[in-house]
């Protein structure tokens, strides 16, 4: 069963048109996470959130930001994309925040034309 | 200097080689360390903890050594499906301890030939 679930999983998306990217978790943890993967790079954490306190990294950039409407969505949103932000996004997400294990979802591919 | 380096790779390999990843880490306050595993267009899937003990769970064998501020993963008897891109991630506790931050390393790809 899956327990993180990103959708969609593939998101094409104008140069400046605004775009959501989603996720969900059916493990009721605490955090959940959001990273950016370029090609052929690390995974990057972006932000996170332990309950409804919301955790930007200090270099993601300002066009990045994040809702939690409760504790089984996290939405990120970008605000205007540019071509620089085509990557994989990945949320993550553990039950209390500390030397536990983060639990992925599949990433949501995002290509900007 | 990158946060985590590894192994520049790739790692070409026949099935049934034993094969060795290194890792370094700069942040002397990190506190978890991890191997994961990434196939090509998926996510990472955690592939092991590491311990300043040694840890070992079937062909793999992971080592830190936290006074050289280095860990390894050691693959023995590769298998084709072992092909994937090893990240070494170090965690370090994040906004005064509530949350534990993950510094990915840029990977290592593994090809298993046949």
């Known amino acids: 069963d899956a327990m993180v679930i990103q959708n969609p999983r593939y998101q094409v998306t104008q140069f400046g048109k605004p775009v959501t990217l989603s996720c969900s978790q059916t493990l009721n943890h605490n955090v959940m996470y959001w990273y950016q993967q370029k090609s052929s790079q690390a995974p990057k954490l972006l932000f996170h959130y332990y309950d409804k306190d919301f955790n930007n990294e200090a270099d993601t950039p300002d066009n990045f930001q994040s809702r939690r409407p409760n504790t089984s969505f996290c939405f990120l949103d970008i605000r205007s994309p540019g071509l620089g932000d085509a990557a994989m996004y990945l949320c993550?997400?553990?039950?209390?925040?500390?030397?536990?294990?983060?639990?992925f979802g599949p990433g949501t591919r995002l290509l900007v034309l | 200097r990158k946060e985590v380096e590894q192994d520049p790779g790739p790692f070409n390999v026949p099935e049934g080689a034993t094969v060795a990843f290194n890792c370094t880490y700069s942040n002397s306050a990190s506190q978890s360390f991890f191997w994961y595993r990434q196939d090509c267009r998926k996510e990472p899937k955690l592939l092991m903890s590491v311990y300043s003990s040694g840890n070992e769970d079937g062909r793999f064998t992971a080592q830190l050594n936290r006074a050289s501020q280095y860990i390894s993963l050691l693959i023995r008897d590769s298998k084709l499906s072992d092909s994937a891109t090893y990240l070494c991630?170090?965690?370090?506790?994040?906004?005064?301890?509530?949350?534990?931050?993950?510094?990915f390393g840029t990977g290592t790809l593994l090809a298993v030939q046949p």
């Open positions: 993550a997400t553990t039950r209390y925040g500390g030397q536990e294990t983060q639990y």
């Open positions: 991630v170090v965690g370090v506790m994040n906004y005064g301890g509530a949350t534990n931050k993950l510094i």
